[in-house]
């Protein structure tokens, strides 16, 4: 297991008195930097031989309206060759707003620097264009700053839409071009996968620019989160990533978890991470059948889905939901596990080969789909990391970085488990790294099966954290109380702020979680893996068709409940 | 910079360019195919709603009210299940009970259909049993005023049928119970569609069956 070594601190000589400050962060080191400093300090962390904090992880805002600087910017920056963790927090006054913009450091801020606009009004200047993302152009005011009223409703009316007439930026004049044609792709299409729309001008065939449009599922999950107990922010979760929406259960439940101090039984450790695998079998499954589907490889969606349909049989019995399982508590599971867990586990791992084989068969070495796919929307390594790209994707582009690997939470650490890591970053090598991915959570799960179900109880045995056993709760006084209080108060949650990540389905899946200790989060930020891979979207699709860009959306596997929460 | 900025693509073999593995797709589709045809199902499809998935006793279906022995609710409006809901689904106008001993009933109980989430919160908060969930996935409406179900309507579906109940408190041993019965049931083969068909086959049978079963005693 690498350790996080703390990065030394960037050459501050060349730096004004007091623009940086270093704290201890509960889970990584914290420097709060002044905004004057913030470009040229980003700027030596990334390009410091000794700290290069290449990948932007996150960027977010916070509200602390009893405070003289009212906003912080908080950046997540995450070193991959030093595997270090960064947490810089930018304060900024409530009359005055403005930060610099680090789109020229990293590539991944345009995106997160325009929600962190939307949501809590910061204006990021020299960003090429801040405008609204998440919400629409109708929307006034900054939906997560704490005086906003979480039940204000705009209406968008047809004369205010957002028209995008994407350009190309070459020096080309047009007059040597044929006629440029604007083509508008979705929100609603099957290709879309959920709701995005794309607008690209073609020249021809080819796709010269583009741009697209995202927000339509956008519901404030984070706001929401902030007026429920902690307990009931898991429903939410499940609809983040609903692919896999156990994964996000856990992710969550982790990072309370830890930010408490507590620690989950291990027989509900291990039935979590035997269901994330399954939940990201089940994903990969979803992903590279509906490419496969979108690609014209019909068969292969049927033979995906069946897999996906037994495992949903097996969440099913062991949470009474298939899609949105809600599955997992703070500190342990919603119930314990089947008695025929261990025979439904391995009759899947049985069944569930082969149909992955089926589909190896029919087009892994087909050359329809070779054509369709090799060198299609590639990427490299450091533009990959550039874009803040993580997870299966990033992996493609031959940059090895998995959290299981690099932070082996659970009991990563005890499996035996490879890392594949492919060099083309296109959309075969997203589709074979996914494959490859389904091989290797087989391999945990059986791996996790042989080392036998831990005896014990499934959730902690803690009144503060856990609801007790019914039977107490009907008879005993002292039961009876504490099962009313943590139904009416919440679990009481330290104050504290932490940053925990798992590895969603589609790369690093984080939480930042702010406690004021008032039985309500005061603030959580989900690194949503898939929010800046859809923002290099545009860049993929330059130059290539329309029926590329279709392939490539796809293959990057974008899931709009998770992409715009 | 650490990471390589050329990408390096896949290269064909050259069987691949000669398209020889479509030979081997086109046989993994022939089976599937001629299987399929031979009545070896390989698919998953159920016919709905002919036919029906077994779901599990923990499936979190539409919600029951239980009563008790003469037929009264059990809730005794404490809202606990109202503050337990993450969705904000059920509202509870509480009212004086005759009886000193339970003090208060629901006057009102109603669910929004349309609003649940049916994550199962109200059934951990009840601390009385009064709610607890069926396996009904049927709920479809007409419009939206009819997706708010009453308390006549949540108690109407109450019964012990085991069979009709999902996601409720349970206690190990009626746990272990359950499990010895499932296990009887599949004899260690997980097969929830066939379980389905098994159980739709007996049904139609059933009746005449014991139609004809009266008739020769």
Same mark, same amino acid.
């Given at each position: 297991?690498?350790?996080?070594?703390?990065?030394?601190?960037?050459?501050?000589?060349?730096?004004? /008195?007091?623009?940086?400050?270093?704290?201890?962060?509960?889970?990584?080191?914290? %420097?709060?930097?002044?905004?004057?400093?913030?470009? &040229?300090?980003?700027?030596?962390?990334?390009?410091?031989?000794? $700290?290069?904090?290449?990948?932007?992880?996150?960027?977010?805002?916070?509200?602390?309206?009893?405070?003289?600087?009212?906003?912080?910017?908080?950046? #997540?920056?995450?070193?991959?060759?030093?595997?270090?963790?960064?947490?810089?927090?930018?304060?900024?006054?409530?009359?005055?707003?403005?930060?610099?913009?680090?789109?020229?450091?990293?590539?991944?801020?345009? %995106?997160?620097?325009?929600?962190?606009?939307?949501?809590?009004?910061?204006?990021?200047?020299?960003?090429?264009?801040?405008?609204?993302?998440? $919400?629409?152009?109708?929307?006034?005011? #900054?939906?997560?700053?704490?005086?906003?009223?979480?039940?204000?409703?705009?209406?968008?009316?047809?004369?205010?839409?957002?028209?995008?007439?994407?350009?190309?930026?070459?020096?080309?004049?047009?007059?040597?071009?044929?006629?440029?044609? $604007?083509?508008?792709?979705?929100?609603?299409?099957?290709?879309?996968?959920?709701?995005?729309?794309?607008?690209?001008?073609?020249?021809?065939?080819?796709?010269?620019?583009?741009?697209? /449009?995202?927000?339509?599922?956008?519901?404030?999950?984070?706001?929401?989160?902030?007026t429920h107990t902690w307990q009931q922010?898991?429903?939410?979760?499940?609809?983040?990533?609903? !692919?896999?929406?156990?994964?996000?259960?856990?992710?969550?439940?982790?990072?309370?978890?830890?930010?408490?101090?507590?620690?989950?039984?291990?027989?509900?450790?291990?039935? &979590?991470?035997?269901?994330?695998?399954?939940?990201?079998?089940?994903? #990969?499954?979803?992903?590279?059948?509906? $490419?496969?589907?979108?690609?014209?490889?019909?068969?292969?969606?049927?033979?995906?889905? &069946?897999?996906? /349909?037994?495992?949903?049989?097996?969440?099913?019995?062991?949470?009474?939901?298939?899609?949105?399982?809600?599955?997992?508590?703070?500190?342990?599971?919603?119930?314990?596990?089947?008695?025929?867990?261990?025979?439904? !586990?391995?009759?899947?791992?049985?069944?569930?080969?082969?149909?992955?084989?089926?589909?190896?068969?029919?087009?892994?070495?087909?050359?329809? %789909?070779?054509?369709?796919?090799?060198?299609?929307?590639?990427?490299?390594?450091?533009?990959? *990391?550039?874009?803040?790209?993580?997870?299966?994707?990033?992996?493609?582009?031959?940059?090895?970085?998995?959290?299981?690997?690099?932070?082996?939470?659970?009991?990563?650490?005890?499996?035996?488990?490879?890392?594949?890591?492919?060099?083309?970053?296109?959309?075969?090598?997203?589709?074979?790294?996914?494959?490859?991915?389904? #091989?290797?959570?087989?391999?945990?799960?059986?791996?996790?099966?042989?080392?036998?179900?831990?005896?014990?109880?499934?959730?902690?045995?803690?009144?503060h954290?856990?609801?007790?056993?019914? /039977?107490?709760?009907?008879?005993?006084?002292?039961?009876?109380?504490?099962?009313?209080k943590l139904?009416m108060d919440g679990i009481q949650v330290p104050p504290?702020?932490?940053?925990?990540?798992?590895?969603?389905?589609?790369?690093?899946?984080?939480?930042?979680?702010?406690s004021d200790g008032s039985g309500k989060p005061y603030?959580?930020? *989900?690194?949503?893996? !898939?929010?800046?891979?859809?923002?290099?979207?545009?860049?993929?699709?330059?130059?290539?068709?329309?029926?590329?860009?279709?392939?490539?959306?796809?293959?990057?596997?974008?899931?709009?409940?998770?992409?715009?929460? | 910079?650490?990471?390589?900025?050329?990408?390096?693509?896949?290269?064909?073999?050259?069987?691949?360019?000669?398209?020889?593995?479509?030979?081997?797709?086109?046989?993994?589709?022939?089976?599937?195919?001629?299987?399929?045809?031979?009545?070896?199902?390989?698919?998953?499809?159920?016919?709905?709603?002919?036919?029906?998935?077994?779901?599990?006793?923990?499936?979190?279906?539409?919600?029951?009210?239980?009563?008790?022995?003469?037929?009264?609710?059990?809730?005794?409006?404490?809202?606990?299940?109202?503050?337990?809901?993450?969705? =904000?689904?059920?509202?509870?106008?509480?009212?004086?009970?005759?009886?000193?001993?339970?003090?208060?009933?629901?006057?009102?109980?109603?669910?929004?259909?349309?609003?649940?989430?049916?994550?199962?919160?109200?059934?951990? +908060?009840?601390?009385?049993? +009064?709610?607890?969930?069926?396996?009904?996935?049927?709920? +479809?409406?007409?419009?939206?005023?009819?997706?708010?179900?009453?308390? =006549?309507?949540?108690?109407?579906?109450?019964?012990?049928?085991?069979?009709?109940?999902?996601?409720?408190?349970?206690?190990? =041993?009626?746990?272990?119970?359950?499990?010895?019965?499932?296990?009887?049931?599949?004899?260690?083969?997980?097969?929830?569609?066939? =379980? +389905?068909?098994?159980?739709?086959?007996?049904?139609?049978?059933?009746?005449?069956?014991?139609?004809?079963?009266?008739?020769?005693?």
């Amino acid at each position: 297991m690498p350790t996080a070594t703390i990065p030394a601190p960037p050459l501050l000589d060349s730096l004004p /008195e007091g623009s940086v400050e270093v704290v201890e962060g509960l889970d990584q080191p914290t %420097w709060i930097v002044r905004r004057d400093a913030l470009a &040229q300090v980003a700027r030596q962390l990334r390009d410091d031989p000794e $700290t290069q904090f290449d990948l932007l992880l996150d960027l977010c805002g916070v509200d602390y309206p009893d405070r003289d600087e009212r906003f912080e910017a908080v950046y #997540h920056l995450y070193s991959l060759p030093r595997a270090a963790r960064l947490r810089l927090k930018v304060p900024v006054l409530e009359d005055d707003p403005v930060l610099p913009s680090l789109i020229d450091v990293w590539t991944a801020a345009d %995106w997160f620097e325009r929600e962190a606009w939307d949501m809590f009004g910061l204006r990021f200047e020299g960003h090429p264009n801040l405008r609204r993302i998440l $919400t629409h152009e109708a929307f006034q005011g #900054h939906p997560l700053r704490k005086d906003y009223d979480p039940a204000r409703r705009w209406i968008l009316t047809e004369d205010k839409i957002y028209k995008p007439n994407p350009q190309p930026t070459g020096s080309e004049s047009v007059d040597d071009m044929f006629e440029r044609m $604007t083509i508008n792709i979705g929100p609603s299409h099957p290709a879309m996968h959920g709701t995005f729309r794309v607008v690209a001008t073609l020249d021809g065939e080819v796709i010269v620019a583009s741009e697209v /449009e995202i927000g339509y599922l956008h519901r404030c999950f984070e706001k929401m989160a902030e007026t429920h107990t902690w307990q009931q922010v898991i429903p939410y979760t499940d609809r983040l990533n609903y !692919c896999s929406s156990f994964i996000n259960n856990v992710a969550y439940c982790r990072t309370v978890e830890k930010l408490m101090g507590i620690e989950a039984p291990p027989r509900a450790v291990w039935a &979590q991470m035997i269901l994330s695998e399954f939940s990201r079998i089940m994903d #990969h499954c979803v992903c590279n059948g509906s $490419t496969l589907v979108d690609t014209g490889a019909l068969t292969n969606f049927w033979y995906m889905f &069946q897999p996906r /349909e037994e495992i949903y049989g097996l969440l099913e019995a062991c949470c009474g939901a298939r899609l949105t399982v809600s599955a997992c508590r703070i500190g342990g599971l919603l119930e314990d596990l089947p008695p025929d867990f261990e025979a439904r !586990c391995r009759h899947l791992l049985e069944t569930v080969p082969e149909f992955i084989d089926d589909v190896d068969k029919v087009v892994t070495k087909n050359r329809i %789909w070779l054509d369709r796919s090799v060198g299609v929307a590639a990427i490299s390594a450091e533009e990959a *990391v550039d874009h803040g790209w993580t997870g299966p994707c990033l992996r493609a582009s031959g940059v090895d970085y998995d959290v299981r690997r690099a932070y082996p939470y659970d009991l990563y650490g005890e499996v035996d488990f490879e890392v594949p890591v492919f060099q083309g970053g296109d959309v075969f090598d997203r589709y074979r790294m996914r494959m490859e991915e389904i #091989h290797q959570s087989l391999s945990i799960i059986r791996q996790l099966l042989d080392r036998g179900m831990p005896d014990g109880p499934y959730i902690v045995d803690d009144p503060h954290v856990a609801l007790p056993p019914k /039977e107490d709760a009907y008879n005993q006084m002292e039961a009876m109380i504490y099962h009313f209080k943590l139904i009416m108060d919440g679990i009481q949650v330290p104050p504290g702020e932490l940053y925990h990540m798992v590895e969603g389905a589609n790369g690093e899946l984080g939480f930042y979680v702010i406690s004021d200790g008032s039985g309500k989060p005061y603030r959580i930020k *989900v690194r949503p893996p !898939c929010f800046p891979i859809m923002a290099s979207f545009s860049h993929l699709m330059q130059g290539g068709t329309i029926s590329d860009a279709i392939a490539t959306l796809g293959g990057l596997n974008i899931i709009a409940g998770e992409l715009e929460r | 910079m650490p990471h390589s900025d050329t990408p390096e693509p896949y290269r064909y073999t050259l069987a691949e360019r000669l398209y020889l593995p479509l030979l081997g797709g086109m046989w993994v589709t022939l089976r599937h195919f001629v299987g399929n045809l031979l009545g070896r199902r390989t698919s998953y499809t159920i016919e709905y709603p002919e036919e029906r998935r077994a779901y599990s006793h923990r499936f979190r279906g539409h919600h029951i009210l239980t009563s008790r022995p003469d037929g009264s609710l059990r809730c005794v409006a404490c809202f606990l299940c109202a503050t337990a809901c993450p969705a =904000e689904c059920i509202h509870i106008e509480a009212g004086e009970h005759p009886d000193v001993n339970v003090e208060k009933y629901p006057v009102v109980y109603d669910i929004d259909m349309l609003r649940c989430v049916f994550c199962g919160y109200c059934v951990d +908060a009840c601390p009385e049993e +009064a709610i607890i969930m069926s396996n009904n996935y049927d709920m +479809a409406f007409f419009n939206r005023a009819s997706s708010v179900v009453t308390k =006549e309507e949540l108690q109407k579906p109450f019964t012990y049928d085991q069979a009709r109940l999902g996601y409720r408190p349970r206690y190990p =041993e009626e746990e272990e119970q359950r499990a010895r019965a499932r296990r009887e049931l599949q004899a260690g083969r997980v097969d929830l569609v066939g =379980e +389905a068909r098994r159980r739709q086959e007996a049904a139609a049978a059933g009746p005449e069956s014991s139609k004809s079963a009266a008739a020769s005693s």
